[in-house]
């Protein structure tokens, strides 16, 4: 009988590292196949966290000025990524407690954003370096709307039975990124849970990029702006004496 | 069949881009004007991000003048020398607006200014134009003479210093009012992503009281010079133009123009600005309205990047 054998362990590949960003993009979804070493048998949970490139937020609110409808100052919110899912064969809040899912980031409630330039730090009731944000009470509402309006463009997700087990100790989970989804470098966490604790995890990188013409626009448009403004703005010239020159002779 | 548009970077569907871009060029072009208030809206609706939907219309908006303006020009019916004063102001306000235009998306106010300024232009344009082009319409189903044309200018008009002869228009007047002209407009096509035909078109008719038939061609002059402008301040500046998106819209325009102004020679003047002013008014009340009801979701979220 092994008593003592290995830990438990997890691993897992993507079916594709390298999404491709050309003229007929239209989103994409990722296949991730993982297996889980357990030689107890002792129950499992798998939590698949892929998070895209950060990008700092600006939200601003709705608010009523003498009967019309105007925009708040806008606050800006970072540490928020511009993709994020967490995918788990169960619900998160079943998987493990707050405190844990807290510290690893994993749950739209537990992406590490703030504003931080409505912070500071003063002294309240005798204790020091207490954080006051100038948001006030409403500050879980905007942080709550940041993660709902990002979750109503796609761009984030929490899916509960995103993992699926289809065999014994081999599970698949599928991650589906929008057309609207960032370019850059994803890093995807694989974190196997027992009793509550993460007890293995293994990182994976997804590159997303554009790639062909696509990639060649953006370049120039943003390496040389100048240029790339007016020769579209020539293009347009030349699009509109050539259509009137077509039509002059009919 | 959808295609990926690299800088808005947003899948969108191309023929539907391309008759949008015709639809507007076949107006552009029948009432000369740049068709910008009605393609902004629009590309916005479908989920272009609004600061690109801007910059890039105004590659349209270029093209299809461009397109209607030589249709013009063979029929002798643009003010080279006005349209050159009013450009000239242009440029000016066209820097001025694109300036003032990153300062209020820094304060976060862009959207109630540009709200703001569709609602309170496009109905105080469109309600004259309406009122003035059905009295017209009116007094000709009842045959009764039109009054007697007030040809007096306002007198300010002539009171100004540096006055300037524009023979094509039987116009001398002073610079002042086309250049202060121009440079409002330039101001408004920056902010609020438009040509400013809309403005330019009625502002010749009724305070500078050029010639009907010079009017549109001399509008579309002054539209090319500050669309051009924009569009490269806003590639350089804020790196917002797409140039697939400009080119779908423009392979439409460009054509729409050319019906667009072969038809305007067939319907009565009064008649046009009528319909003209029913899209006024109908674009400037839609815009508008989101001042005054209860957004569904209290937050909006804006671009982290700051151009």
């Known amino acids: ?250 | 069949m959808d295609i990926y548009l690299p800088i808005a970077e947003v899948s969108v569907n191309a023929p539907l881009l391309v008759a949008l871009g015709l639809a507007v060029g076949f107006i552009s072009g029948m009432f000369g004007i740049g068709g910008g208030f009605l393609m902004t809206p629009m590309l916005v609706f479908l989920g272009i991000p609004p600061a690109v939907a801007v910059a890039s219309m105004s590659n349209h908006v270029a093209a299809s003048s461009m397109s209607s303006v030589i249709a013009y020009g063979r029929r002798r019916a643009v003010d080279l020398r006005m349209g050159g004063v009013l450009a000239a102001g242009g440029v000016v306000g066209a820097f001025l607006g694109v300036e003032l235009f990153r300062l209020l998306r820094l304060l976060g106010q862009a959207d109630l200014v540009v709200s703001v300024s569709y609602l309170v232009f496009l109905s105080i344009i469109g309600g004259l134009m309406l009122t003035e082009s059905l009295g017209a319409i009116l007094r000709r189903r009842r045959g009764e003479p039109n009054p007697p044309r007030r040809d007096r200018r306002p007198p300010w008009l002539y009171g100004l210093p540096l006055k300037m002869r524009f023979p094509r228009s039987r116009l001398y007047i002073s610079v002042i009012p086309p250049l202060v002209l121009g440079a409002f407009v330039g101001v408004l096509s920056a902010i609020m992503g438009v040509g400013g035909g809309f403005v330019l078109v009625p502002a010749m008719v009724y305070i500078l009281r050029m010639p009907a038939g010079v009017v549109v061609g001399t509008s579309l002059l002054q539209i090319i010079v500050t669309a051009v402008l924009t569009g490269v301040l806003q590639a350089g500046r804020n790196q917002t133009v797409d140039i697939v998106l400009a080119t779908l819209l423009l392979l439409g325009g460009i054509v729409g123009a050319q019906y667009g102004a072969r038809a305007s020679a067939r319907f009565r003047a009064e008649e046009l600005r009528a319909v003209l002013a029913l899209i006024v008014l109908f674009v400037g009340l839609r815009m508008g309205l989101g001042l005054f009801i209860a957004p569904e979701e209290p937050f909006v979220l804006m671009s982290g990047r700051l151009g």
């Open chain 1, 1 to 250: 009988m092994a008593v003592d054998a290995a830990p438990p362990a997890i691993s897992a590949a993507l079916t594709e590292t390298t999404v491709h960003v050309s003229s007929d993009f239209r989103g994409a979804s990722i296949v991730l196949y993982g297996a889980v070493f357990e030689p107890d048998s002792r129950p499992s949970d798998v939590v698949v966290i892929v998070r895209g490139p950060e990008e700092p937020v600006r939200i601003a609110r709705k608010m009523r000025v003498a009967g019309l409808w105007l925009n708040s100052r806008p606050v800006v919110f970072q540490g928020a990524p511009g993709f994020y899912i967490a995918a788990s064969n169960r619900p998160l809040g079943e998987i493990a407690n707050f405190g844990t899912l807290r510290r690893l980031g994993a749950g739209v409630d537990h992406l590490p954003i703030r504003a931080p330039a409505e912070q500071r730090v003063e002294t309240r009731y005798g204790v020091r370096d207490v954080v006051v944000s100038s948001l006030g009470a409403d500050y879980y509402d905007w942080r709550q709307a940041v993660v709902r309006l990002k979750q109503k463009a796609g761009l984030y997700d929490e899916d509960g039975r995103g993992v699926r087990f289809v065999d014994r100790g081999l599970f698949r989970a599928e991650i589906a990124l929008p057309a609207g989804a960032p370019t850059g470098v994803y890093r995807a966490d694989i974190l196997l849970f027992q009793d509550g604790k993460p007890v293995s995890g293994r990182v994976r990188t997804l590159t997303v990029e554009k790639v062909g013409l696509e990639r060649t626009l953006y370049l120039w448009a943003h390496n040389r702006p100048w240029s790339y403004g007016l020769a579209s703005v020539v293009l347009a010239l030349a699009a509109g004496w050539a259509a009137s020159a077509a039509f002059r002779r009919d």
